[in-house]
């Protein structure tokens, strides 16, 4: 069983910055993968970015140079930095986790960009 809560969502006024924070814990074994995904109202979950463990990082070009992703090996966290906000990055954010024993996914946290 592999846990994974997230922290950091909340109400930011556009061109802020919040921090997002994914920790996953429980029975893993290793973790290959890590990425945040997000699904706005009406639309489908996409991914916003991902890292592996070899470190290579991958972006949705929407994000591109607004936000950065990074991981914490040892403590099975992935955070994911988002500056320079726009009310379009309003949605739910997913964090997930690959590992050779199952794709696991987050609760969910809600980013809300409004002035």
């Known amino acids: 069983q592999v846990q994974l809560v997230e922290s950091g969502g909340g109400l930011v006024q556009p061109g802020g910055s919040l921090r997002l924070s994914c920790a996953a814990s429980?029975?893993?074994?290793?973790?290959?993968?890590m990425a945040w995904y997000r699904q706005a109202p009406g639309k489908q979950r996409a991914l916003v970015a991902l890292?592996?463990?070899?470190?290579?990082?991958t972006y949705a070009d929407s994000v591109k140079g607004r936000f950065t992703i990074s991981r914490d090996n040892a403590k099975n966290t992935v955070y994911l930095q988002m500056n320079s906000l726009k009310p379009e990055d309003t949605a739910v954010y997913y964090c997930?986790?690959?590992?050779?024993?199952?794709?696991?996914w987050g609760q969910g946290t809600q980013v809300t960009v409004s002035s």
């Open positions: 997930n986790v690959l590992s050779p024993r199952g794709n696991y």
């Open positions: 429980g029975s893993i074994f290793r973790i290959n993968v």
């Open positions: 890292i592996t463990s070899g470190a290579n990082i």
